[in-house]
């Protein structure tokens, strides 16, 4: 008899974000995150990026990305690699 949870047959992926949050400009993304239970952070998370619209098919169709680019390298700039 084993205990605990069973093995997934697929190993995880490990994934970690580091970043700053201004308490002002970001407060409702602080307000967010401190609602959400402890150990829901994860899955509160997936769930908010997932309705998000974050999906490829938000790309302009013309070929070009450069409004996509700039998009994305400002989210980047809040975050320390």
Known sequence: MSRGRPRNPL???????????????DAD???WLDAIPKGQRMNALK???RSGGLGLDSLPEDGSQSEA???ADEILSNWEF
Do not use: D, M, N, R
């Open 11 to 25: 190993p995880s992926v490990h994934v970690a974000i580091a970043g700053w949050l201004h308490p002002e400009y």
């Open 47 to 49: 769930a908010a990026l």
């Open 29 to 31: 993304i602080l307000a």
């Open 69 to 71: 680019q700039s998009a």
